[in-house]
């Protein structure tokens, strides 16, 4: 059975970025690539995704930010869904699905892709953190 999992690096006061939008806090910290609770062993049981709109930006803004839109290779290789209501870029051959439709209709699309894997909750600001919905699956 999978699991929907809400997995992020924060302050201790609650924030991922900072008031700039930046997470040069983060990438400034040593990083335990066999410690616990690492990215390598979390990401490895991961069959699907989502993440809101501003989280995609942010990756499309600091992965590809300076290359020509026929250079951006997704750093994913699993399906993954943006919800947003917007028109945005898009990663030539991601898998991405960009939707705006009703959170439990398509978790049950997600886990349906992630197959036995677990589905990952990508980003914060007000979503996926304050939707009940998600809430309820994630642990």
């Not at 036995?116 to 994630?138: L, Q, Y």
Request: net charge negative.
């Amino acid at each position: 059975m999978s699991l929907t999992q809400y997995y992020t690096a924060t302050t201790l006061d609650g924030f991922i970025a900072d008031p700039d939008n930046s997470l040069a806090w983060l990438f400034a910290r040593k990083s335990e690539d066999d410690g616990p609770l690492n990215y390598g062993q979390f990401i490895a049981a991961v069959g699907a995704m989502a993440m809101g709109s501003t989280t995609y930006e942010w990756i499309l803004d600091h992965e590809f930010g300076d290359k020509d839109p026929a250079e951006w290779t997704w750093p994913y290789d699993i399906p993954c869904w943006v919800f947003t209501r917007r028109q945005l870029p898009v990663v030539p051959n991601s898998g991405i699905e960009f939707t705006s439709a009703d959170i439990a209709t398509v978790h049950k699309e997600m886990v349906g892709a992630a197959r036995d894997r677990n589905v990952w909750i990508v980003g914060g600001e007000t979503w996926p953190v304050n939707s009940p919905t998600w809430v309820c699956w994630t642990r």
